[in-house]
């Protein structure tokens, strides 16, 4: 009987422990940290063997195979080990992938691919295919495979998912694009980075698809290094296609099928630069899969964004609260800035991830009005912006952050929370981040 030990006790290690036991392997399941009472109960149910605030090393080096959690960086001892005697590390869209026979549309990208994933997925489902959701939003890949294997699933992937994949393949493949995220995983190289985005397509075949943003010039230089056998499917705000999708006229156009498809930008319900793009990676994967234009069309039309990412919270003394709270980095924000039509009260800030923030100033020039710090170490905010905008106040918590924010904002302009930082200081995590922030909005 094989042998996999599953590093972490979370939804992906906990969904993978279940689909393992389901084939057949001898399963255990490790976490340095306390297991949450839910997924202790679903190991329990399942008869799966765990252990919590301890890695017992001789029971995972004697594994098989491990799954790693992406949260748990390759760097640590106990993964150099395993790495040494080489045994896999793999994720969880590798162990799954080779349990199923699904379509698979795999969305990676530094920004956009949460509501890349939510649109596409939302418009396959109004088309009628059988297609779950996961990766790094909802239920557990893996236990979706285990329990209930759709015929097709859409699946958000981050970079650290990446790292872990060997044969994983998808046979639509979005890279919405790069910007230097995540660079402490990556020894500060953007290219290590670029190379872990570019395994996405580095499995598939000349029947695949390889949708990107043509206008990106790190995905444009990632492609002369890193060489794809699938179908190229770009797009672009910038210039016209022979083949793919583009903006003429205020239309979203695309020329994969016999039949061009169009459509007003203005009857999107998601708006912005970055918004159309993920509408058009989102557009060409579902003509792929056969979806009727229009019921592409519909779905674009009526579609409703992913929570904590430009969520409108409320108006209060005709202010408007704006929650981008899953902004974790400097390219997120500056989207987030780009689509404010108001003077903006800016929160900002959290644990830096070797952040250039250079990038904002000619959109912090034009639209905000002051900078409220929302971390515990806000010097390389202040540094940057200090002298460009008139008001820069520090606050150690959601509550006070919105406190302040309300005291600066005057009738007509927004707040918004869009930290380009990530959550750990102070939070949770960013959801934990954007419900605080919501909360203490709905309490003025």
């Known amino acids: 009987m094989k042998k996999i030990a599953i590093l972490g006790g979370g939804e992906s290690g906990v969904g993978t422990a279940i689909l393992a036991q ?49 949260g748990i960086p390759e ?22 992938g080779q349990f199923t026979k699904a379509n698979i549309v795999g969305i990676t990208g530094s920004n956009g691919k949460t509501t890349t994933t939510l649109l596409t997925h939302h418009i396959v489902k109004n088309g009628g295919l059988n297609v779950g959701i996961a990766g790094n939003i909802g239920d557990s890949f893996a236990e979706q495979v285990a329990e209930k294997d759709y015929e097709n699933y859409v699946l958000e992937i981050s970079s650290f998912q990446l790292d872990g994949v060997q044969n994983f393949n998808s046979h639509i493949a979005i890279l919405t694009n790069i910007t230097p995220d ?30 990107y943003d043509a206008d990106d010039p790190a995905i444009a230089e990632g492609l002369t290094k ?3 056998n699938a179908t190229l499917v770009p797009f672009s705000l910038e210039k ?74 409320s108006k209060r003394e005709g202010v408007e609260y704006i929650n981008d709270s899953k902004a974790t980095n400097v390219n997120a924000t500056y989207y987030a800035l780009e689509c404010m039509d108001k ?26 009005k002051a900078i409220v710090c929302l971390g515990l170490d806000n010097e390389k905010i202040k540094q940057t912006f200090g002298k460009v905008v008139d008001v820069l106040v520090e606050t150690a918590g959601a509550e006070e952050a919105v406190k302040v924010s309300r005291k600066i904002a005057e009738r007509g302009d927004a707040v918004l ?12 995590n960013y959801e934990d981040r954007g419900n605080q922030f919501k909360e203490a909005v709905n309490r003025i």
């Not at 290590?192 to 949708?211: E, L």
């Not at 557009?283 to 229009?294: D, M, P, S």
């Not at 800016?346 to 959109?363: E, F, R, S």
């Open 75 to 96: 760097k640590v001892a106990l993964v150099q080990k395993l790495i040494q005697q080489n045994t896999p590390v793999i994720s969880e869209m590798e162990f799954a």
């Open 182 to 211: 995540h660079l402490d995983r990556y020894n500060y190289d953007f290219s290590q980075y670029v190379a872990s985005k570019f395994r996405i397509t580095m499995n598939q075949s000349a029947d695949d698809f390889f949708i």
């Open 240 to 313: 016209e296609l022979d083949y793919g999708a583009y903006i003429k006229d205020n239309y979203l156009i695309t020329t994969i099928q016999k039949e061009i498809f169009k459509m007003p930008l203005s009857t999107l319900s998601l708006k912005g630069k970055h918004n159309t793009k993920n509408a058009m990676a989102a557009t060409l994967a579902a003509q792929l899969l056969k979806v009727r234009n229009e019921t592409i069309k519909e779905s674009l039309a009526n579609f409703e964004g992913a929570e904590h990412r430009l969520e409108f919270v």
């Open 22 to 70: 389901k084939m057949g392997y001898d399963t255990f399941v490790s976490d340095k940290g306390i297991i949450g009472a839910a997924y202790k109960e679903l190991l329990q149910k399942n008869d799966i063997d765990f252990e919590e605030g301890i890695h017992t090393e001789s029971k995972i080096l004697d594994a098989d195979v491990v799954m790693k959690s992406p």
């Open 226 to 228: 890193h060489k794809t």
């Open 343 to 368: 003077q903006t009260v800016w929160i900002v800030g959290g644990v830096d991830k070797g952040n250039d923030y250079l990038d904002l100033m000619p959109l912090v020039r034009e639209k905000v």
């Open 417 to 428: 929370l869009s930290p380009a930082c990530a959550s750990f200081d102070l939070f949770k």
